[in-house]
């Protein structure tokens, strides 16, 4: 069986992206599919490509024994729409963004994070990065959409 290739993406790929790629993750570890499962982050813009996660966001996943200091921003391609079964943004600014350079020939599902929260009636998962707070929040709405994210899989691929 080939993997299932999971992307989360966000603007920059330093707040939101990162925490669900780690989040995300250690779900599909606790659960034992991590042979089955691939999970990567990207952002939208390349503001920010090779560096680390920002330090309030590994500071929250931290709380939570997540340790995001190994992921490496990097920009969203074109290419990564045939290269992913599920590209996950965290806005719609970020949907916009990606559906402008999505190929014809991609099969990939495109969808909000919080499209697959239980928890969480908004739409967006907030960017936290201009504000002082909100990481736990965005932490919390992360947490829960991946959990819903990982039972459709589970549930659509017979997992």
């Known amino acids: ?9 966000c603007m920059g790929n330093i707040c939101r992206s990162p925490t669900a790629h780690g989040v995300f993750q250690s779900l599909v570890e606790e659960q034992g599919l991590g042979d089955l499962i691939e999970v990567e982050s990207a952002g939208t813009h390349g503001y920010h490509i090779g560096n ?3 330090s309030r966001s590994q500071a929250t996943a931290s ?6 200091s190994g992921l490496r921003a990097r920009q969203f391609l074109s290419r990564d729409f045939i290269d992913f079964d599920y590209v996950i943004g965290m806005d719609h600014a970020n949907i916009e963004n990606m559906l402008s350079i999505k190929p014809a020939q991609s099969s990939a599902r495109l969808d909000l994070m919080l499209s697959y929260s239980d928890k969480y009636d908004e739409k967006e998962v907030p960017d936290p990065y201009f504000g002082h ?3 736990d929040q965005v932490y919390d709405m992360i947490r829960d959409a991946s959990a819903g994210l990982l039972r459709f899989i589970r549930t659509q691929h017979s997992l």
């Open 1 to 9: 069986m080939e993997k299932i290739k999971v992307i989360f993406v």
């Open 63 to 68: 709380k939570y024994n997540i340790d995001l």
């Open 133 to 135: 707070d909100g990481f």
């Open 52 to 54: 680390p996660p920002d």
